[in-house]
Every structure is written in C-alpha cells, then in structure tokens.
C-alpha cells in the first residue's frame, strides 16, 4: 500500500494524543485517534480513563458526519471485542470510514489482528505503520505503552528502576546523607512516576534509613487504579517497624519476607502490613507474586542492593534516573547500583532506546533494557 502525505504526520499526533491518557486508562492501552476527511483533521479523541469513551470513538463524535468516507489513524489496532465498552470496530463501520491505518496491531488475544481483519472483510482499507512506510513510530509507540504490552506479552509487570543520583553517580555522602541531591521539579518528576506505577518497590534498607512514606501526592492518577499505590517491601528479617512511615500513610503495604520471628510478623499486620512469607524473596518469585495479584507496573526505587538485584536478573524493562548538577565524591559514597558487579566490562549490561529530559536543573536519562522492544513487536506484527 502507497503512504499518503499525511500518513506519518497524521500517526505522529495520534501518539501524541494517546500520551495524555497517561493516569487514567490502566489498565488498558494509550490510544489516540485522528479522522482525516477531504478537508483534512474532522475529529480526534483518545483514551481518557479506562471504562470510559475509546479513542475512536471520541475522534467519531467529534467529527460527526465527516467521518463518512474519512481515514482513521489510530495509533494501536481497534477493539473488536465487547469488554467495558463496545467494540471500536463497529464504531467505525457505523459511520462509513474508508480507511484505517494503526500504528501496530494489539497482542490481545481477544483483538490480535481480529480488528483489522474485521474492517478488512467489510471493505474497509486498512494498513499497518509498516505497511505504509511510517514503521520508524513503531518503537515509540511501544515504548508509550510499556506498562500494558509488558503484561499482556511477556506475562508479568512492567518493572522500571528509577533513581536520583549526583553526576558522579552517588545515591548519597558517605555518612548517607541523601536530602536532597534532586532539585524540587526532580523530586516532582520521581512523585509523577508514582502516579503511572501501581506499585513502588524498596528494600527494607532503604525504609530504615529514609523512613519514607512512598506514597501518591499529586493527585494525577484517575480511573480505576488511582488512590493508595501499593507499596512493597522486601524485608528477609522483617525489620521494618511497625512504626514506619509507610505503615502510617495508609493504603495497602504488603512485606516480603523469608519467614520466622512470628512476633515481628504480628506485629507488622497489627499496623497494617501484609506479610508474605517466600523461600526465596528473588526478583522472579516477588514479580511473579505481583502479577498475580493483578500489578501490571512496578516501580523500583531502590536500594542499591534491590536494584542489582533485579538487574542481575536480568528482571526489568526500563531504566530512568535523574542526575543532578553536584560532585559528591567519596570512596564509600553508595551508588544506585551495588552487588559484586561485573570482573568485565563486556558482561556490562547495555541499554537502549535512550531519551534525555530536563526537569529544572537535572538531567533525566531514560533506557530501555536491550531487547525489549524487539520482544514486544514481535507480538505484535510490527517486527
């Protein structure tokens, strides 16, 4: 199939329009949508809140009669299944669309190819990014929808690592002084990931030094997942005590733990806590757990000891870390990253996909685990 002109520009702000459901839609996809008529955009919507309008199905009200004989750029294949909403699909055919171009298809197994073949069988024209040679938005768009591909296609939450760190790589000084290397719009960016995760990860280290209360305070998570993030633990002694910040805040803690000392666990759940006894508290078997209790976005925020682990198993999919403008220096000054690392930089792990952002005087740098999106399009016939 011939790419029109506007093809690529026209996909490009359907991603554009499907980022602004960020907070609200999990745990479904990001979905924009654009109608392009003879005289060009007529209408465009996204996916505001799950339960709510689908993307197509707000661009169509929008463009009303126009639609009729439009193209629809959708940036991820339509619904051709009842779940909350109708299917997308029969939105589309009820106003008369010509043709559909969505950036890759959905790995749903209720959708997987089923919308656009649907379209297809009724006389819709309909075509994939590649397909039109916009293939290049691929990537981009996977990477927007991260937090819903990483379940649906690899079978377990989406597991980001997320720190702050001087430009010299320290966590903190040698006497652990750690308030605050991020500046305020730093410390704003770390609080918005809490409102896209729905739960934070640290290890009981960290609760110890920090007391934090790792909870949600801006207010931008809507839809059926906003309120308390869960927060979790990985405690192998249970020292957390039950006088933890955490634990005051309110909302659900759940503390992972080795077992024993049936005392300190009473006490936990006394103040709120669920305590969860594993052999092993492994990345692995903690995300497994997770994905069973319906987590589909993790959030790590350390501490160091937590994040090598996860990283020694090769268990995460997206790294952010925000650097600040100071040299701190110190031969014991910790790093976000600890273990016995590597003897050679070749077993290095090696990232991908880099993005770099300001957020008031610091830099945050965003990668992706290499191979990650190469496993995800090929579950979604983009690869």
């Known amino acids: 199939m011939t790419a029109t002109d506007g093809d690529l520009r026209h996909l490009r702000r359907a991603l554009r329009l499907a980022a602004r459901g960020r907070y ?17 955009v007529v209408g465009e919507g996204f996916h505001a ?14 463009a009303g009669g126009r639609a009729r004989g439009a193209t629809v750029y959708v940036s991820l294949e339509p619904c051709a299944h009842h779940g ?69 296609v690899l079978g377990r939450p989406l597991v980001t690592l997320k720190w702050a760190s ?13 308030r605050w290397i991020s500046s305020p719009a730093g410390r704003r960016w770390a609080l918005a990931l809490r409102e896209e995760h729905d739960a934070i990860l640290v290890g009981s280290g960290t609760v110890l030094a920090d ?10 998570a809507h839809g059926p997942r906003a309120g308390a993030i869960l927060r979790v633990v990985l405690d ?55 994905h069973r209790r319906g987590v589909g976005s993790l959030l790590v925020e350390g501490g160091g000891e937590v994040h090598a682990a996860f990283v020694a198993a090769g268990l995460f999919d997206r790294v952010t870390a925000s650097l600040a403008p100071l040299v ?45 999106l190469r496993e995800l399009s090929s579950n979604v016939g983009a690869s």
């Open 49 to 62: 809140e799950a339960g709510g309008p689908h993307a197509e199905v707000a661009a169509l009200a929008a």
């Open 236 to 290: 192998r002694r249970l020292r957390l005590p039950e006088t933890a910040r955490l634990l005051a805040a309110g909302g659900p803690v759940l503390v992972y733990t080795r077992g024993g000392n049936e005392a300190r666990r009473r006490a936990l759940e006394a103040a709120g806590a669920e305590v969860v006894p594993l052999a092993a508290a492994r990345p692995a078997v903690v995300v497994a757990d997770l």
């Open 84 to 152: 909350r909403t109708p299917p997308c699909t029969e939105a589309l055919l009820a106003a008369g669309v010509a043709r559909v171009v969505a950036i890759h298809r959905d790995p749903d197994p209720r959708v997987a190819g089923g919308g656009l073949a649907r379209l297809a069988a009724a006389g819709v024209e309909v075509a994939t990014a590649q397909e039109v040679g916009a293939g290049a938005l691929v990537d981009e768009a996977l990477a927007l929808n991260l937090r819903y591909l990483v379940p649906a």
């Open 328 to 372: 701190v220096g110190g031969r014991t000054a910790p790093g976000p990253v600890g273990g016995e690392g590597p003897s050679r930089l070749a077993d290095a792990v090696r990232l991908e996909s880099f993005t770099v952002r300001r957020r008031g005087p610091d830099v945050v740098l965003t990668a992706l685990r290499t191979g990650c």
């Open 24 to 40: 609200g839609v999990a745990p479904n996809p990001m979905v924009g949508c654009v109608v392009v008529g003879d005289g060009g």
């Open 166 to 178: 001087s430009l010299d790589g320290r966590i903190a000084t040698r006497g652990f002084d750690s």
């Open 211 to 220: 007391d934090p209360r790792l909870d949600r305070r801006l207010g931008l």
